[in-house]
């Protein structure tokens, strides 16, 4: 039967081990160029990760368009903006231009 510790007004507890669980983080970071509206999406890299941050810098000078070549589904992001999104690997995300500009993604990926 366990003790009773009148201090905490309940039982005393012993610590048998104490465990300290370590994770590692890997981040890495790339830059694209978007080709232009009449081109075909590029993939972004090829990186396996659990989620990516992409970002259209400030210095570009239309939206960009992000999203999956199979589907032809895009999103648009705007100059200075950025996105995240859960995914198993870079590769999955297409990117282009809305326009005959072409411009440029950064992104970022973290496993």
């Known amino acids: 039967m366990p ?5 905490t007004d309940g039982l005393k507890v012993s ?13 890495v970071a790339g830059t694209v160029a978007a080709p232009t509206s009449a ?4 993939i972004m890299g090829t990186q396996a990760c659990s ?6 810098p400030v210095a ?6 992000f ?6 589904a895009y999103m648009e992001l705007a100059p ?4 995240t999104i859960s995914c198993n690997n870079v590769n999955k995300i ?6 005959a500009t072409a411009q440029t993604v950064n992104w970022i990926a973290r496993s």
């Open 80 to 83: 200075g903006r950025d996105f």
């Open 3 to 7: 003790e009773y510790d009148p201090i």
């Open 39 to 42: 081109g075909s999406a590029v």
């Open 60 to 65: 570009n000078t239309v939206n960009v368009l």
């Open 15 to 27: 610590i048998i081990a104490n465990t300290t669980t370590t994770s590692s983080v890997t981040v």
């Open 51 to 56: 989620e990516v941050t992409i970002q259209a």
């Open 94 to 99: 297409f990117v282009k231009s809305s326009t």
């Open 67 to 72: 999203g999956s070549a199979a589907a032809a």
